[in-house]
């Protein structure tokens, strides 16, 4: 082959690549001196960018609320594009750390990111906190002892309370819905173990592969089924096909549907239209709480960036708000790594959106006080969360003895949890 | 292009002692953080010497050279962390699995060339990636697999690097000694004339397959390498932008140079992390790069210059 069709071949693969290939970073730098300086790495390219820009939305928020200073410091904050890509993030992980000599990390979305990243810090002692990266084995089986989940909860935790409240609205049989990796499996199998050992009966489970363009088949599976209810974990345009597709088919106001957080989270209703009305879900955070700490947050994001926040906006801004309080508790010492770790597992998030006080298990997971909530429409006609019931303390465990919990192996897409009977 | 292949036949130590001068220097002027670049400028290089092999001195481009190269950081680090087992053992299975992997991908791809071969080994690459993604139970799906560190011998990023380095010469000696070979001359052949190498009597097919599956072996050693380094494997290493920047970086240094690799990786590293420190639109000043080097190199880098040397020479000895 010469040249020429060298590069006519080599030209058609680059084409189709030229620009995912690569991530895209920036850095924020605010005043110099004897600053603290912390590292946020957040998706800005590829496919999660969206949920990325709100992480640095949210935790800079906080930041600027603060006028950029903590217990008399200044706080520097440098921001690193991980474009989704483990890869990726390892190399601004240390670009982070070892160039610009950050004192503690902060971020990442997906959670193989948050794991490449977890496993480098493992080695060098680093502070990293991750309030969104869910991969339940970081608070469990593998845990590390620097990598601390602040205002951040395990994939399977949330789902339960709403398995519970299933049982309670009289459903027998539920089929489930999920995409197909390991935060798919996780809260799927969260909700698909307390479902079965409270008596229901779980009638299927579907896996759709991330990026499904049409819903179609898996929903003509669901419509057969004669089932009372479905779970569904979807994010990203998933979400929005699936709900849409759902309505478009028939089947909304037949069989109810029941959502991981995720689901209906403002990332996803934002853009949606009556098709996501009435849909159910769980989570610790509710955008349509009347909470009035809630809404004095809700209130200040959507002045300050023009859009109700997200859970990933409202994790950063109370992750920062957590680890600045304890930055103020130690008077602005963190030169003691474990002292300031100790600290922050024992610290307790006050003054947070939440609007109640958040604390940690022994494992290192907050326990927070769970929503089941509803998609209805706000007084200005857009759609958000509203709170139809509370469960008081849900932490990692649900209602099962860690130890015996832990002994078992990590949810797969094998391994649901599901009690036979 | 003669000229060029010439100047190298002859001075293959050269470029290594300049090699070795330049990278071995480092350690002590740089931060952890640029010798941590400058290691992973090493390991790509080989994987880029992989692929200018075949694409360079056999004429077919492959895409699925970084799904071969992510098979052996998957085996490494399986073997090291899920496994229990040692890391030489584990590095030994990695290389073999890349191996016997381009082994399996030359016997489908061997017998097409130009775009299909392109598409083929692309295919091949992919399925790799979702095999990777999907069997979750042993590669770990989406989260990848994490590490369980390098053996204490080599664990300082200076140590390794030294290894690295003294790793990635010794190959690239082999392989410069490979495609000058007269196994390299018949690849040349087959490049230009397919058809004039076969009346002569030579199996284009059976050459292909040997020298895919040899440059697997190279992709492998790599692999290994990446896999002690990062102490991490998820899909993305195997994934196709893998393979596509591995043939940017040949494109960039100069296909068919070898040496060009090491010009290559380190542009395209470089770029990606200097570059991007300074401006939010740093892509678009690689786009930019991409084109002006096609236009006015597209030898690539190292074959502009000795294009520039052969002619200044040239001048010189006619005045």
Known sequence: MDRRTFLKHSGLALAATATSAFPMPHIARAQAGKAIRIGLMAPLSGVVAAGGKEIVEGFNMYWEEKGNQIAGRPVEVVVEDDAGNPDTALQKARRLVEQENVDFLFGNLLANTG????????????????????????????????????????A???????????????????????????????????????????????????????????????????????????????????????????????????????????????SVIRTSGPECEGIVSSAHFAEGSDNPETQKFVKAYSEKYGKLPSLYGFSHYSGALWVGQVIEGLKGDISNRDKF????????????????????????NPIYDVYIRKVVKNAEGKYWNVPIETYPSVSQFWTYDPKEYLAKPPFSRDNQGIKKT | MASAIT????????????????????PPLVSTYELSLANEVLIFALLVMSIDVLAGYAGR??????????????????????????????????????????????????????????????????????????????????????????????ADPTVFYYVTLAVVLALTVIIWRFVHSPFGLTLRGIRDSESRMRSLG???????????????????????????????????????????????????????????????????????????????????ILGLTFIGAMIFAPEGILGALRKLFARSSSRQTKS
């Open chain 2, 61 to 154: 481009v492959s895409l699925g050279h970084g799904a071969i190269f992510g098979i052996s950081t998957y085996v490494v680090i399986y073997w090291t962390t899920i496994m229990g087992g040692s890391p030489w053992v584990g590095c030994f299975l990695g290389i073999l699995a890349a191996t016997f992997a381009a082994g399996v991908f030359a016997l489908l791809a061997a017998r097409v060339g130009g775009v299909y071969f392109l598409l083929l080994t692309l295919a091949l690459g992919m399925i790799v990636w979702g095999v990777c993604l999907r069997w979750t139970s042993v590669t770990g799906g989406e989260n990848g697999i994490r590490g369980s560190g390098r053996p204490d011998i080599i």
């Open chain 1, 115 to 154: 794991l490449a990243v977890a496993n480098y810090v493992r080695g060098n002692g680093v502070p990293y906190f991750i309030p969104v990266i869910a991969a339940d084995d970081l608070t469990q089986r593998q845990r590390v002892k620097n990598v601390i989940r602040v205002a951040g909860y395990t």
């Open chain 1, 341 to 364: 770790l100790d600290a922050v597992l024992n610290s307790e998030l006050t003054n947070s959106p939440l609007g109640r006080p958040v604390r940690f298990d022994d494992y290192g």
């Open chain 2, 202 to 284: 030579y199996g284009a097919a059976t050459h292909i397959f040997l020298a895919f599956t040899i440059t697997g072996l190279f992709a492998g050693v790599a692999g290994a390498l990446y896999a002690l380094f990062n102490d991490f494997v998820s899909p993305s290493t195997v994934q196709l932008a893998q393979s596509v920047e591995g043939l940017l970086m040949a494109i960039i240094g100069g296909i068919g140079t070898l040496f060009g690799s090491f010009i290559g990786a380190a542009a395209i590293i470089l770029l990606e992390n200097f570059v991007s420190q300074y401006t939010e639109r740093w892509q678009m």
């Open chain 1, 156 to 266: 399977s935790q949330m789902p339960r309370p709403l398995a519970d409240w299933a049982l309670k609205q009289g459903y027998k049989r539920i089929a489930t819905i999920s995409q197909d990796y390991t935060f798919g499996h996780e809260q799927c199998a969260g909700f698909s173990q307390v479902f079965t050992e409270g008596g229901g009966t779980i009638v299927g489970q579907l896996w759709n592969p991330l990026n499904t363009a049409d819903f179609s088949p898996y929903i003509g599976q669901l419509g057969s089924m004669n089932i009372d209810a479905i779970f569904t974990m979807e994010l990203g345009a998933d979400a929005s096909r699936f709900m849409k597709q759902y309505s478009d088919f028939g089947l909304k106001g037949q069989i109810p549907l029941l959502g991981a957080q995720n689901f209906t989270d403002q």
């Open chain 2, 7 to 26: 100047s190298v036949r002859h001075s293959p130590l050269a470029f290594i002692v300049v090699l070795a001068a330049i990278f071995g220097a480092l």
